[in-house]
């Protein structure tokens, strides 16, 4: 039963490299595989605590290492393009509120807009918060832990941030106001 457990453990681990590397995200798809041959040697030598010791020390340095570096890797935090797109789209949706005029509702639209500085303007802290919690997760959580945690996250990769989806929704009705936007700011919120 235990080694059914055990190379369960290790096709997860092998499932999370996969969906990783094929984002690019080369550290946090090795952190991952490693965390899950940590939790596979800690089933397999359950009685052997020497080699457990050994397993969760060396292998458990190497995936917190790797998973450290996964975090300045992906995390939205630290790209500067992004933060700066989000610092521009603020700029341009607090124009915007003044700017645009659209007769189809405009009490809906001035919503979207006050609604979209709002999430605009944390954004970059939100992000810098996220990246703050992952941190102390890959330093303090145990590999079992961390390998559950990266199934999660990778279920939740995909989520487009509450900047980009409202930024959006402003785009639809008043485009007029983002002409002077930077472009590649105004590509990377609407890709």
């Not at 630290?78 to 915007?96: E, G, I, M, P, T």
């Amino acid at each position: 039963m235990k080694i059914l457990i055990a190379i369960l453990v290790v096709i997860s681990g092998l499932f999370i490299f996969f969906l990783k590397s094929f984002s690019g995200l080369w550290f946090s798809a090795f952190s991952g595989l490693v965390s899950s041959l940590v939790v596979f040697g800690i089933i397999i030598f359950w009685e052997d605590e020497d080699l457990k010791v050994v397993i969760v020390t060396v292998l458990g340095g190497i995936s917190i290492m790797l998973g450290v570096l996964s975090v300045f890797e992906d995390n939205e935090a630290f790209d500067h393009q992004l933060n700066k797109a989000h610092n521009d789209a603020l700029r341009h949706l607090v124009k915007a509120q003044y700017e645009c005029v659209n007769e189809i509702d405009e009490i809906r639209i001035s919503e979207i807009i006050k609604y979209s500085i709002l999430v605009c303007a944390l954004q970059n802290n939100k992000n810098m918060q996220g990246a703050i919690l992952n941190l102390k997760k890959q330093l303090h959580l145990p590999p079992e832990i961390g390998l559950i945690d990266s199934i999660v996250s990778t279920a939740k990769e995909n989520e487009v941030s509450e900047c980009k989806s409202s930024f959006r929704e402003v785009y639809k009705y008043c485009e007029e106001s983002f002409i002077f936007m930077d472009e590649k700011s105004k590509n990377r919120l609407l890709n």
